[in-house]
């Protein structure tokens, strides 16, 4: 017996002891916690060890569209892209407007037929440039069936529809529908310009990248969005939506090459223990792309994402100044507090449940936007 315990004691010493030297590499300067020191007594040591791993091995990374942060970065500085007449209604609302930018993430747990209006997987159709695909939603109807495009994602057409109750909105002069629809709208927007909302290997799921997706979109933007140019100049009237909308999407798609190439190469070069590093968020640590190894992929891809997060900017408020025009420019004051329906209220209140509790997954096509990659 005494035997049995004295190679207990040695084998967990042992353990211990590898312990320590694993996580020492793989967290290097990042770990939020010391590691047991070797003076610690054997039962604490043990219970140390099984701790770190338990947060270690239990906290996901949250990942988000174009991460929370970025959507909401977007939509607060398209505001300031907007002519006098409708600036103040905008500024007035801006908080609004940035925090609301990622309901339709939200929404996914609550609606069936959100999910595929954040993204169209084009490879699942054709190659860039794609020029015999139909750019009208009529004519892509025709070609490959409703149900067959809801499957593969639909966001060309979402922010067209959107454009015109936008465009309704203001007619109305309806205060409520305009800053929801135009905070939605910027939503649906920005997920365009993001090249891995344009393909089916949304995640890198089929290349061995699976990760990249919120790597792309919420790592880099948060770490260095804060310094990127936001200059970008006025709003301006878009004569023909629909092209420029699929100008975005094949500009998205365009890079694609470049945003999964790039990563490939870039973590040939890298060991993994200083590809990863772990990261205190709240209450929890989880593991996330090392700042090095994000800042090498940003550099790699030559400012890509402050490009599409600009290209986002842009098109937002573009996109709410034509509203605004094909409208007929009506004076935004006054504008009228049309009080929402009871259907309205209770649909509002249930999505807002379903993405407090989270319960339910996420409909229709899996995406890595609100952490459940
Ligand atoms: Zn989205």
Same mark, same amino acid.
């Given at each position: 017996?005494?035997?049995?315990?004295?190679?207990?004691?040695?084998?967990?010493? &042992?353990? +211990?002891?590898?312990?320590?030297?694993? $996580?020492?590499?793989?967290?290097?300067?990042?770990?939020?916690?010391?590691?047991?020191?070797?003076?610690?007594?054997?039962?604490?040591?043990?219970?140390?060890?099984?701790?770190?791993?338990?947060?270690? !091995?239990?906290?996901? @990374? %949250?990942?988000?569209?174009?991460?929370?942060?970025?959507?909401?970065?977007?939509?607060?500085?398209?505001?300031?892209?907007?002519?006098?007449? $409708? $600036?103040?209604?905008?500024?007035?609302?801006?908080?609004?407007?940035?925090?609301?930018?990622?309901? %339709?993430?939200?929404?996914?747990?609550?609606?069936?037929?959100?999910?595929?209006?954040?993204?169209?997987?084009?490879?699942?159709?054709?190659?860039?440039?794609?020029?015999? &695909?139909?750019?009208?939603?009529?004519?892509? #109807?025709?070609?490959?069936?409703?149900?067959?495009?809801?499957?593969?994602?639909?966001?060309?057409?979402?922010?067209?529809? $959107?454009?015109?109750?936008?465009?309704?909105?203001?007619?109305?002069?309806?205060?409520?529908? +305009? !800053?929801?629809?135009?905070?939605?709208?910027?939503?649906y927007i920005a997920d365009a310009n993001v090249p891995l909302h344009t393909t089916e290997n949304y995640n890198?799921?089929?290349?061995?990248?699976?990760?990249?997706?919120?790597?792309?979109?919420? =790592?880099?933007?948060?770490?260095?969005?804060?310094?990127?140019?936001?200059?970008?100049?006025?709003?301006?009237?878009?004569?023909?939506?629909?092209?420029? +909308?699929?100008?975005?999407?094949?500009?998205?798609?365009?890079?694609?090459?470049?945003?999964?190439?790039?990563?490939? @190469?870039?973590?040939?070069?890298?060991?993994?223990?200083?590809?990863?590093?772990?990261?205190?968020? /709240?209450?929890? *640590?989880?593991?996330?792309?090392?700042?090095?190894?994000?800042?090498?992929?940003?550099? !790699?891809?030559? /400012?890509? #994402?402050?490009? =599409?997060? =600009?290209?986002?900017?842009?098109?937002?408020a573009d996109v709410w100044y034509t509203c605004w025009v094909n409208a007929g420019s009506p004076k935004l004051? %006054?504008?009228?507090? *049309?009080?929402?329906?009871?259907?309205?209220?209770?649909?509002?209140?249930?999505?807002?449940?379903?993405?407090?509790?989270?319960?339910?997954?996420?409909?229709?096509?899996?995406?890595?936007?609100?952490?459940?990659?």
């Open positions: 017996m005494k035997a049995f315990f004295f190679s207990l004691r040695n084998r967990l010493r &042992f353990y +211990i002891s590898e312990f320590r030297i694993v $996580m020492s590499a793989t967290c290097r300067s990042q770990c939020l916690l010391p590691l047991p020191t070797p003076s610690l007594k054997l039962p604490t040591a043990a219970a140390y060890c099984l701790l770190l791993t338990l947060l270690l !091995l239990f906290q996901a @990374q %949250p990942a988000h569209a174009w991460g929370f942060w970025a959507h909401k970065r977007i939509n607060r500085i398209a505001v300031f892209l907007l002519p006098p007449e $409708m $600036m103040n209604l905008y500024k007035d609302n801006i908080d609004y407007i940035t925090e609301h930018a990622v309901d %339709p993430d939200k929404r996914r747990y609550a609606t069936a037929d959100e999910a595929p209006r954040h993204y169209i997987d084009l490879d699942r159709y054709c190659t860039f440039p794609c020029a015999d &695909f139909p750019r009208r939603w009529d004519d892509a #109807v025709a070609m490959y069936s409703e149900d067959t495009l809801k499957a593969y994602g639909i966001v060309p057409w979402r922010i067209q529809q $959107m454009m015109y109750w936008l465009t309704d909105a203001f007619k109305a002069k309806d205060k409520n529908k +305009i !800053l929801r629809l135009s905070t939605e709208l910027g939503h890198g799921q089929l290349t061995d990248q699976v990760g990249i997706h919120g790597f792309w979109e919420s =790592r880099i933007p948060e770490l260095f969005g804060e310094d990127y140019d936001y200059f970008i100049g006025k709003a301006e009237f878009i004569q023909k939506p629909l092209d420029r +909308i699929w100008k975005t999407i094949l500009e998205s798609h365009q890079a694609l090459d470049t945003v999964l190439g790039f990563e490939k @190469q870039l973590s040939l070069t890298f060991a993994s223990d200083l590809k990863y590093a772990y990261e205190k968020r /709240g209450q929890t *640590v989880v593991r996330v792309y090392s700042q090095d190894y994000t800042k090498a992929y940003s550099k !790699l891809m030559d /400012g890509m #994402v402050e490009r =599409r997060m =600009r290209s986002s900017i842009k098109m937002v004051n %006054p504008l009228y507090d *049309v009080p929402l329906s009871e259907e309205e209220k209770l649909q509002l209140e249930e999505e807002q449940r379903r993405w407090r509790e989270r319960t339910n997954p996420q409909h229709g096509h899996p995406h890595p936007e609100t952490g459940t990659e």
